[in-house]
């Protein structure tokens, strides 16, 4: 296994939007800048396969800037501890990087939240997002039945893209109900560019059947999904599918943080108004500050980018806009917030913990989060909890607890090698 | 229930402080158990879960092996999730001179009854295939075993409740007095007697007990069913085990009823924090390495550390603690905590009954003038 | 255009370029159980971006590994863990 070791100025973990914008605006005040991805290509999940030549201008925009900028894309490389304060170690293809840092910004993006309920673990049952980045990487969706539930503009999103890879996409269901879309809609309204692409949205979804208040019951199967069974407040309905693609909202990537010591709060990295974690030296931007969307993710990055790199008035231009999309961020958890009906679903039979194979019965009899691992290894497999996380926090409002290296499996020897000092 | 009424309030609920309020429970004792945080979250959850015979001492062998041949006995009634598994023990002679002292404990072990099986290097390759070459050879103890101690506390403490047991949790108490015990909420206890079970932090219930924190991290990976098929400890573990003042690591993998491996030692004194050293990682897992070269390619999904409850002469405080009438000790197990439950439980019991114990009970009495810990 | 080989899939060719990853080679190839959970329950990708680890095969004899991560090369051999 080959070692190596890199140092710079600024060093932005990971390659979506808000750490494209952050490597680039640090890069363009001069400094030394590092842009680490687990993915080969910077992109990102909302960016993911899209090119300098996209017909997506903001990706196409924001990939040549980075290409063009002096900041070393390290992909793929997954960073994985922090042995000292100023450096990271990250797997390779070749080996463990070593990666020192004077400044870092941590722009290490979303996940979907997933919620049990009986069918869940069945195969063909994916993310929304999951589904997507799958079809991005070669897999065939033609001619497929497909069903989107959950909640979130991914659903939307998602649905659009897959029926231009020739999805039969045959119904999205959002579990948040229609009053709620409406007042999110009418915020929107003030937004131009918000209302534009969601007006782009809805041509390209047309003759979708697209249901509010609707959410997944249960999925149904003999070795894969065959059909789902949605509900609203007023009826109960199966419906027959090849893929059940569902997101409940997005959930923000803080391990890295967590494990560097940021202080969060509700569960998101906070920071100052330049983007600056509790810990000194240490910036986060994008989804882990709080689930904005893409414009915020991409001011904050750009606040973060110029500010650690010294330079805090170009970072303070960014202001107006990080306000303004705060706003929307608020409005996007309000109107997206999770309904109680979704509590239920699971049965005592139905498995939380994926990898382990915990069932909801057994968790219900445990006092805490703690109690739970120790007692039913939930969220002790390879995950490291990320999956069942997010679920027994709205289940049980358990909070999950500070992470630890390695903050993603890695082999023996690459843990072993997180210290070899010079 | 009254207050006062009863006859045993049992600090702690790790895997000793469990097992204690089973036995005492068991006698008709009318007990309590206050647990701050929750079962089996100390140095019982943090551990590696062996039931092993140990020859530290001739104290420390008397306890353990009377220990495991009462988890022997309580093997069928195990529920699943204590996932006991009965692996056996290698210990690992690196070379010639280690073999010689592989034929020591041999006898030792053998003149005692616990039967130990020697491994020349051949038959050490055919029982244990991924280990490197050139090892000397080894000593199979087959009855040791492993389990996975969260559960088997919770089952101890499940069968004390179904004697009558109450469990108070999470409940911290501050103070041990002579009526009881005394709670941060103001709330006492009354009891008769009080155990202090409370592992790491029973030196702040009872100043004056000679009990340090020890700390150690462990290493979990995916599963790899087969891997290794015995418990593996280097023969230079006691080495490690004895050096007091520095940190030590040695080799130790144990695999688990899931396939995984999970992957130790190391010993430091006078850490106070939780946080994972790289360094001691490095170190921990390159030891393990050295004797297990495949080890590096498995995928590990976790490291976390813990602390064990060391005692100056490496055994535990189990009795009375002079001076204060009401107040008994089950603490300081060290990494032997585990394996010893049943043992310190029985030989409790007996101090609070006034009983004669199956093993004498003397070096382990918290009143006991340590002895040269090379016995 | 990416250049284009096969990678064997449980010991069946598939077509298969650069960008692809083991995880759409695996699909493309008809095959929808990656593997079998702790208690034996068949399993399919999850999340699709390396978080969920449900996506794990043996990629060239390594077990546990993320197909969804992992992308195609020549004579890349992909096991699912059924």
Redesign the interface.
Known sequence: MNNSRRSFDVLVVGAGPAGIAAACCAAQAGVRVGIVDNNARPGGQIWRGETQDSNVADAADWLRKLASSRAEILAPMEVFAQPEAGRLTATSSDGVCELGYKKLILCTGARERFLPFPGWTLPNVMGAGGLQAVVKSGMDIAGKKVILAGSGPLLLAVGAHLRAHGADVRTIAEQAPWSRLIRFGMALASRGRKISQALQLKKRLSRIAFRAGCWVVAAEGDGKVESVTLRTVHKTWREPCDYLACGFHLVPNTELASLLGCELRGGFVRTDEFQQSSVSGIYCAGEPTGIGGLELSIAEGQIAGFAAAGQRERAQEYFGEQKSQRRFSMALERAFMLRDELRPLASAETIVCRCEDVKFGRLREQSSWRAAKLQTRCGMGPCQGRICGPAVEFLFGWKAESARPPIFPVAVESLAATACAE | MRAGAYDVVIVGAGIVGAACAWACASEGLRVAVIEA?????GAT?AGMGHLVVMDDSKAQFALTRYSRSLWQQLVTELPG?VEYESCGTIWVAADQEEMEAVRQKKEFYETRGVPAEMLDAKALRMAEPNLREGLAGGLRVPGDAVIYA??AA?FFIERAQSRGAELY??RVVTGITAEGVRLNDGTVIAAHRVVNAAGTWSPMLTPGIEVKKRKGHL?I????AGFVKHQLVELGYLKSAHSMTTESVAFNVQPRR?GQML?GSSRQFDMEGKG?D??I??RM??R??EFLPG??????????TGFRAATPDKLPLIGPWPGHENLFLATGHEGLGITTSLGTAKLLVDQLLRRTSEIPIAPYLPSRVPESVHA | MPKAFSVTVNGAQVDATEDMTALAAILLSGTTTLRRSVSGEQRGALCGMGVCFECRVTINGEHHCRSCQIRCAQEMDIRTDE
């Open positions: 945080d929750i079962i089996g979250g959850g999730d969260p559960c919770r949790l999470p290493v990976t995916e599963r790899y899931t992957i994972v790289a360094n990682l490095r897992l390159g393990a390495a080890v590096n390619r498995l995928s590990a999904i976790r490291s976390w």
